[in-house]
Protein backbone atom coordinates (compact mmCIF):
# COMPACT_ATOMS: atom_id res chain seq x y z
CA UNK A 1 0.00 0.00 0.00
CA UNK A 2 0.95 3.61 -0.95
CA UNK A 3 0.90 6.48 1.48
CA UNK A 4 0.16 9.70 0.98
CA UNK A 5 -0.10 13.56 2.91
CA UNK A 6 -3.53 15.59 1.92
CA UNK A 7 -1.75 19.11 2.23
CA UNK A 8 -1.06 22.15 0.41
CA UNK A 9 0.88 22.67 -2.34
CA UNK A 10 3.77 24.55 -0.21
CA UNK A 11 4.32 21.62 1.59
CA UNK A 12 5.59 19.37 -1.50
CA UNK A 13 9.15 19.06 0.08
CA UNK A 14 8.03 18.35 3.59
CA UNK A 15 6.22 15.10 2.50
CA UNK A 16 9.11 14.16 0.41
CA UNK A 17 11.60 14.34 3.26
CA UNK A 18 9.09 12.89 5.29
CA UNK A 19 8.98 9.73 3.24
CA UNK A 20 5.47 10.25 1.85
CA UNK A 21 4.84 8.43 -1.40
CA UNK A 22 2.76 11.45 -2.60
CA UNK A 23 0.78 13.96 -1.81
CA UNK A 24 -3.11 15.00 -2.79
CA UNK A 25 -4.04 18.48 -3.39
CA UNK A 26 -7.46 20.10 -3.60
CA UNK A 27 -8.24 20.55 -7.32
CA UNK A 28 -10.29 23.17 -7.00
CA UNK A 29 -7.75 25.67 -5.91
CA UNK A 30 -5.05 24.30 -8.20
CA UNK A 31 -7.70 25.13 -11.28
CA UNK A 32 -8.12 28.42 -9.96
CA UNK A 33 -4.62 29.19 -9.95
CA UNK A 34 -3.38 31.99 -12.85
CA UNK A 35 -1.49 30.72 -15.62
CA UNK A 36 1.98 31.72 -14.59
CA UNK A 37 1.46 30.32 -10.83
CA UNK A 38 0.02 26.79 -12.48
CA UNK A 39 3.54 27.00 -14.65
CA UNK A 40 5.45 27.38 -11.81
CA UNK A 41 3.26 25.01 -9.76
CA UNK A 42 3.96 22.24 -12.78
CA UNK A 43 8.02 23.42 -12.67
CA UNK A 44 8.24 22.75 -8.63
CA UNK A 45 6.37 19.33 -9.38
CA UNK A 46 8.73 18.09 -12.35
CA UNK A 47 11.78 18.88 -9.90
CA UNK A 48 10.24 16.64 -6.69
CA UNK A 49 10.37 13.19 -6.35
CA UNK A 50 6.66 13.16 -4.88
CA UNK A 51 3.98 14.04 -6.98
CA UNK A 52 0.41 15.16 -6.45
CA UNK A 53 -0.93 11.65 -7.39
CA UNK A 54 -4.38 12.18 -6.17
CA UNK A 55 -6.35 14.90 -6.08
CA UNK A 56 -9.12 16.25 -3.41
CA UNK A 57 -12.48 18.69 -3.78
CA UNK A 58 -12.95 17.95 -6.83
CA UNK A 59 -15.25 21.33 -7.17
CA UNK A 60 -15.42 24.67 -5.86
CA UNK A 61 -18.21 24.92 -2.79
CA UNK A 62 -20.52 27.58 -5.67
CA UNK A 63 -20.72 25.45 -8.46
CA UNK A 64 -24.17 23.61 -7.67
CA UNK A 65 -24.39 20.15 -9.37
CA UNK A 66 -27.98 19.03 -8.31
CA UNK A 67 -31.46 21.23 -9.09
CA UNK A 68 -31.66 24.55 -10.86
CA UNK A 69 -28.44 25.87 -10.32
CA UNK A 70 -27.11 22.91 -12.02
CA UNK A 71 -25.79 24.15 -15.69
CA UNK A 72 -23.74 21.39 -17.22
CA UNK A 73 -21.96 23.07 -20.29
CA UNK A 74 -20.69 24.97 -16.84
CA UNK A 75 -19.45 21.66 -15.46
CA UNK A 76 -17.96 20.54 -18.30
CA UNK A 77 -16.05 23.91 -19.31
CA UNK A 78 -14.34 23.73 -15.24
CA UNK A 79 -14.12 19.70 -15.54
CA UNK A 80 -12.04 20.14 -19.04
CA UNK A 81 -9.80 22.91 -17.42
CA UNK A 82 -9.27 21.49 -13.97
CA UNK A 83 -8.72 17.74 -15.39
CA UNK A 84 -5.81 19.46 -18.13
CA UNK A 85 -4.23 20.38 -14.68
CA UNK A 86 -4.63 17.32 -12.58
CA UNK A 87 -3.28 15.37 -15.45
CA UNK A 88 -0.25 18.08 -16.54
CA UNK A 89 0.62 17.82 -12.72
CA UNK A 90 0.46 13.64 -12.80
CA UNK A 91 -3.18 13.17 -11.46
CA UNK A 92 -4.79 9.62 -11.73
CA UNK A 93 -7.46 9.69 -9.18
CA UNK A 94 -9.40 12.77 -8.31
CA UNK A 95 -11.97 12.19 -5.30
CA UNK A 96 -15.41 13.32 -5.90
CA UNK A 97 -16.69 14.77 -2.57
CA UNK A 98 -17.70 18.22 -2.80
CA UNK A 99 -20.56 17.74 -0.47
CA UNK A 100 -22.02 21.50 -1.24
CA UNK A 101 -21.78 21.22 -4.50
CA UNK A 102 -23.76 17.76 -4.97
CA UNK A 103 -26.17 18.36 -2.06
CA UNK A 104 -30.09 18.26 -2.83
CA UNK A 105 -31.92 21.29 -1.95
CA UNK A 106 -34.13 21.69 0.06
CA UNK A 107 -37.50 20.13 -0.90
CA UNK A 108 -36.49 18.16 -3.94
CA UNK A 109 -37.85 14.89 -4.10
CA UNK A 110 -35.01 12.39 -3.60
CA UNK A 111 -35.91 10.29 -6.16
CA UNK A 112 -35.41 13.43 -8.61
CA UNK A 113 -32.05 14.43 -6.48
CA UNK A 114 -30.58 11.00 -6.99
CA UNK A 115 -31.40 10.75 -10.95
CA UNK A 116 -29.58 14.24 -11.39
CA UNK A 117 -26.65 13.25 -9.40
CA UNK A 118 -26.60 9.80 -11.60
CA UNK A 119 -26.44 12.22 -14.31
CA UNK A 120 -23.91 13.99 -13.32
CA UNK A 121 -21.60 11.85 -12.07
CA UNK A 122 -21.69 9.92 -15.63
CA UNK A 123 -20.76 13.46 -16.68
CA UNK A 124 -17.98 13.69 -14.60
CA UNK A 125 -16.60 10.38 -15.24
CA UNK A 126 -16.60 10.73 -19.33
CA UNK A 127 -14.70 14.19 -18.62
CA UNK A 128 -12.06 12.10 -16.41
CA UNK A 129 -11.56 9.37 -19.06
CA UNK A 130 -10.65 11.54 -21.79
CA UNK A 131 -7.53 12.71 -19.49
CA UNK A 132 -7.07 9.30 -18.38
CA UNK A 133 -8.88 10.01 -14.65
CA UNK A 134 -10.41 7.72 -12.39
CA UNK A 135 -13.30 9.43 -10.23
CA UNK A 136 -13.41 8.14 -6.49
CA UNK A 137 -16.81 8.87 -5.41
CA UNK A 138 -16.76 9.96 -1.11
CA UNK A 139 -19.29 9.40 0.97
CA UNK A 140 -19.58 12.23 3.42
CA UNK A 141 -20.79 12.41 6.63
CA UNK A 142 -24.61 13.98 7.15
CA UNK A 143 -23.09 17.23 8.53
CA UNK A 144 -21.53 17.69 5.64
CA UNK A 145 -24.04 16.79 3.00
CA UNK A 146 -27.94 15.21 2.64
CA UNK A 147 -26.63 12.31 -0.21
CA UNK A 148 -24.78 9.78 -0.52
CA UNK A 149 -23.44 9.38 3.24
CA UNK A 150 -22.36 5.78 3.49
CA UNK A 151 -19.86 3.31 1.62
CA UNK A 152 -23.01 1.21 0.97
CA UNK A 153 -24.65 4.28 -0.98
CA UNK A 154 -21.58 5.22 -2.30
CA UNK A 155 -21.22 1.69 -4.45
CA UNK A 156 -24.68 2.55 -5.39
CA UNK A 157 -23.82 5.15 -7.03
CA UNK A 158 -20.99 3.99 -8.51
CA UNK A 159 -23.09 1.13 -10.25
CA UNK A 160 -25.80 3.36 -11.54
CA UNK A 161 -23.07 5.26 -13.31
CA UNK A 162 -21.85 2.43 -14.39
CA UNK A 163 -18.53 3.78 -16.18
CA UNK A 164 -15.24 2.42 -15.88
CA UNK A 165 -13.61 5.51 -14.79
CA UNK A 166 -16.38 5.83 -11.73
CA UNK A 167 -14.91 4.39 -8.23
CA UNK A 168 -15.62 4.28 -4.87
CA UNK A 169 -13.29 5.88 -1.90
CA UNK A 170 -13.60 4.98 1.31
CA UNK A 171 -12.82 7.56 4.60
CA UNK A 172 -12.19 6.13 8.18
CA UNK A 173 -13.57 9.65 9.49
CA UNK A 174 -16.85 9.52 7.55
CA UNK A 175 -17.13 5.79 8.52
CA UNK A 176 -17.08 6.24 12.16
CA UNK A 177 -18.85 9.68 11.91
CA UNK A 178 -21.88 7.87 10.23
CA UNK A 179 -21.23 4.52 12.69
CA UNK A 180 -21.21 2.73 9.62
CA UNK A 181 -20.28 -1.38 9.77
CA UNK A 182 -17.04 -1.85 8.27
CA UNK A 183 -18.50 -4.95 7.35
CA UNK A 184 -20.09 -2.59 3.92
CA UNK A 185 -16.65 -1.83 3.32
CA UNK A 186 -16.27 -5.70 2.03
CA UNK A 187 -19.79 -5.81 0.77
CA UNK A 188 -18.60 -3.15 -1.59
CA UNK A 189 -15.87 -5.32 -2.70
CA UNK A 190 -13.27 -2.87 -4.49
CA UNK A 191 -12.15 0.64 -3.90
CA UNK A 192 -10.28 2.96 -5.82
CA UNK A 193 -8.83 5.21 -2.90
CA UNK A 194 -8.87 5.35 0.56
CA UNK A 195 -8.81 8.21 3.03
CA UNK A 196 -7.89 8.30 6.73
CA UNK A 197 -8.36 10.25 10.06
CA UNK A 198 -9.61 9.24 13.61
CA UNK A 199 -13.00 10.21 14.71
CA UNK A 200 -11.76 12.49 17.31
CA UNK A 201 -10.89 15.42 16.60
CA UNK A 202 -10.48 14.37 12.61
CA UNK A 203 -7.22 13.77 14.08
CA UNK A 204 -3.82 12.09 12.57
CA UNK A 205 -3.73 8.26 12.91
CA UNK A 206 -0.78 8.45 15.43
CA UNK A 207 -1.42 5.68 16.86
CA UNK A 208 -3.01 2.25 16.14
CA UNK A 209 -5.78 2.47 17.69
CA UNK A 210 -9.07 -0.57 17.50
CA UNK A 211 -10.81 1.36 14.75
CA UNK A 212 -7.85 1.87 12.96
CA UNK A 213 -6.87 -1.87 13.24
CA UNK A 214 -10.56 -2.70 12.19
CA UNK A 215 -10.31 -0.49 8.79
CA UNK A 216 -7.23 -2.17 7.94
CA UNK A 217 -8.96 -5.44 8.50
CA UNK A 218 -11.75 -4.62 6.47
CA UNK A 219 -9.77 -3.60 3.45
CA UNK A 220 -7.61 -6.83 3.81
CA UNK A 221 -10.26 -8.67 3.62
CA UNK A 222 -10.78 -7.23 -0.10
CA UNK A 223 -7.26 -7.63 -0.91
CA UNK A 224 -7.10 -4.04 -0.90
CA UNK A 225 -3.27 -2.95 -1.66
CA UNK A 226 -3.87 1.20 -3.36
CA UNK A 227 -3.59 4.22 -2.06
CA UNK A 228 -4.04 5.85 1.46
CA UNK A 229 -3.88 9.76 2.20
CA UNK A 230 -4.42 11.14 5.53
CA UNK A 231 -6.83 13.64 5.54
CA UNK A 232 -7.11 15.23 9.27
CA UNK A 233 -6.23 18.32 11.62
CA UNK A 234 -3.32 18.86 13.71
CA UNK A 235 -1.37 21.11 15.23
CA UNK A 236 2.17 19.64 14.73
CA UNK A 237 2.28 18.80 11.04
CA UNK A 238 5.60 17.45 10.80
CA UNK A 239 5.85 15.08 13.91
CA UNK A 240 2.10 14.04 13.59
CA UNK A 241 2.44 13.10 9.93
CA UNK A 242 5.80 11.07 10.67
CA UNK A 243 4.52 9.49 13.45
CA UNK A 244 1.21 8.63 11.37
CA UNK A 245 3.02 7.31 8.35
CA UNK A 246 4.91 5.04 10.70
CA UNK A 247 1.85 3.77 12.03
CA UNK A 248 0.04 3.07 8.75
CA UNK A 249 2.98 1.45 7.11
CA UNK A 250 3.02 -1.15 10.30
CA UNK A 251 -0.10 -1.91 9.74
CA UNK A 252 -0.24 -1.70 5.86
CA UNK A 253 2.79 -4.43 6.25
CA UNK A 254 0.80 -6.64 8.87
CA UNK A 255 -2.65 -6.37 6.63
CA UNK A 256 -0.28 -8.25 3.35
Keep these: MRIGLCTAPENLNLAGRLGFDYVEWALAAVESLQDGEFAALLAKVKESPVKP ?38 GKIVVFGSGRCRAFPAGMVFKKGYGELVKVTRLIGEEAAKYGITIAIEPLNRDETNCINSVKEGAMLEADAGLPSVGLLADLYHVLKEREPLEDIVLAGDLKHTHVALLEGRSFPVAASPELKGFFGALKKIGYSG ?24 LADEAV
Design 53 to 90: ERFNVLFPGSLKLVGPESDPEKIKAYLRRAFDRAAALG
Design 227 to 250: TMSIEGNTENPEADAAASLRVLRS
